[in-house]
C-alpha cells in the first residue's frame, strides 16, 4: 500500500510557476514509478509526466514538454513538479501516482496508487 499527499496547488497568473509536491509512504520509494496527471472539469484525466524508480527517466505529455520538470528525491520520499511559463490551460487538478517498479507510464490504469489531488489555477 502506498499514500500520496501533494501539496502546493494554487493560484498564479499567467507565465509564473509553481511547485508542486508529492509526499509518498507505505511502501519503498526507491522502487515505484510515479506520476502526475491532470483533470480539468468536464475534461478526461490527462497524463503529465512520468519518472521511473531507477535510472530516473522520465517523460512528459506534448502540452507541458519544455515547461514542466518532473524529479524525485529519495532521502526525502518525496516526487516534485516544478511548472514553468503556466497557461490558463493548465488550470486543472493535479494528482500524484504511483505504480510498482517499471518503466515511466502514461496511462492512467497503469498506476495503481492516487493522491487527493491539488488544485491549480491560472488566471490570464
Known amino acids: 500500500q502506498v499514500q500520496l499527499v501533494e501539496s502546493g496547488g494554487g493560484l498564479v497568473q499567467a507565465g509564473g510557476s509553481l511547485r508542486l509536491s508529492c509526499v509518498a509512504s507505505?511502501?519503498?520509494?526507491?522502487?515505484?514509478?510515479f506520476g502526475w496527471f491532470r483533470q480539468a472539469p468536464g475534461k478526461e484525466r490527462e497524463f503529465v509526466t512520468s519518472i521511473a524508480w531507477r535510472g530516473g527517466s522520465t517523460i512528459y505529455g506534448d502540452s507541458v514538454k519544455g515547461r514542466f520538470t518532473i524529479s524525485r528525491d529519495n532521502a526525502k520520499n518525496t516526487v516534485s513538479l516544478q511548472m514553468n511559463n503556466l497557461k490558463p490551460e493548465d488550470t486543472a487538478v493535479y494528482y500524484c501516482a504511483a505504480r510498482s517498479g517499471g518503466v515511466p507510464a502514461t496511462s492512467r490504469y497503469e498506476y495503481d496508487y492516487w493522491g487527493q489531488g491539488t488544485q491549480v489555477t491560472v488566471s490570464s
Open positions: 507505505g511502501r519503498a520509494f526507491r522502487t515505484t514509478t
